[in-house]
């Protein structure tokens, strides 16, 4: 039986001979096997790190590196208990981090992705994820050399897959998401998923101690916010603004993210106080309010190239 531990990630570093020769077969792979067909695939990139994912984690479990050609299309590896096993696989130039720093001094806590249509793929029938990340240098590319030292895997942890599709947040093409002190929109369909709910894992070999109970018992499991607390507490702003909810919810989201600062705004300060300006120039404000507004928000002037 599986013992639960807190998700620290397992550090596995793939920048020595034997990283090199992994490195090697997920590109040699992913050439004569990329997926080029199905929706929301990733791209060769992509495949090739979840290949590399794989191949790292079956070699830690003494398992054959790769499966056999009959092998089914819906997981990726088999547990000895019969869990089916797919492995998800990120890749990125920074290292995983559990938190990343942002410019209010309010951490933004780390979340995993998911292809939206594949979760609901009734052909893709794994039993749990485990989730991965691979930091690689700024030249991403497969196998890369032998002189880059940057090339590292952290194996975060588990889930089931009922439990990504009853707790993740469903985010469509262009949603907005925040990494630390950086913006993007999905260019997908994504469910967001955070780090905080996964099951840790203390050794790889705590896979193989998952049983169908394990699964079970996380399928009805009912984990935290699969937000930020920064986004909870934006989200209780904007609902107050809107009537919905008042101070005393605020509050308590707060009390419950341990956050007593302000959050930053999604846009730039300087927008807030140019609609604050123009309210003033057209008499629906006094200076009061803008005194108000500036010991929360700050301005940033041009300060040069």
């Not at 702003?237 to 600062?261: C, M, P, T, W």
Request: charged share 30%; proline share 5%.
């Amino acid at each position: 039986m599986y013992k639960y531990h807190l998700p620290k990630p397992i550090i596995i570093k793939l920048n020595d001979e034997s990283g090199f020769r992994l490195r090697q077969k997920a590109a040699e792979h992913i050439s004569i096997n990329q997926n080029k067909t199905g929706a929301e695939r990733g791209s060769s990139e992509e495949q090739g790190f979840g290949a590399l994912a794989e191949m790292v984690i079956r070699n830690k479990l003494g398992m054959p590196e790769i499966n056999p050609k009959d092998h089914p299309l819906g997981y990726d590896l088999l547990l000895p208990s019969g869990i089916k096993v797919d492995v998800k696989c990120r890749g990125g130039t920074l290292p995983f981090k559990e938190e990343y720093e942002s410019s209010d001094g309010i951490a933004r806590e780390a979340k995993h992705n998911f292809f939206a249509r594949q979760m609901h793929d009734e052909r893709l029938d794994a039993d749990i994820y485990v989730m991965t990340h691979l930091e690689t240098p700024s030249k991403r590319e497969l196998p890369g050399t032998t002189r880059q030292r940057k090339w590292i895997l952290y194996v975060c942890g588990w889930v089931s897959k009922e439990r990504v599709a009853n707790e993740g947040v469903y985010l469509p093409r262009g949603s907005l998401t925040e990494q630390g002190r950086t913006w993007f929109p999905y260019r997908g369909q994504e469910i967001e998923y955070y780090n905080r709910n996964l099951n840790g894992l203390e050794k790889m070999e705590d896979l193989l101690s998952i049983e169908l109970p394990d699964v079970e018992k996380d399928r009805n499991h009912k984990g935290d916010l699969n937000l930020t607390s920064a986004d909870a507490i934006r989200i209780a702003y904007d609902l107050i603004g809107r009537g919905v909810l008042n101070e005393k919810h605020l509050a308590f989201i707060q009390k419950e993210a341990g956050i007593s600062k302000i959050v930053k705004p999604i846009l730039n300060p300087n927008q807030y106080f140019h609609l604050l300006y123009w309210l003033k120039e057209k008499g629906a404000l006094t200076e009061v309010e803008i005194k108000k507004a500036k010991e929360i928000l700050k301005e940033e002037p041009f300060d040069g190239i």
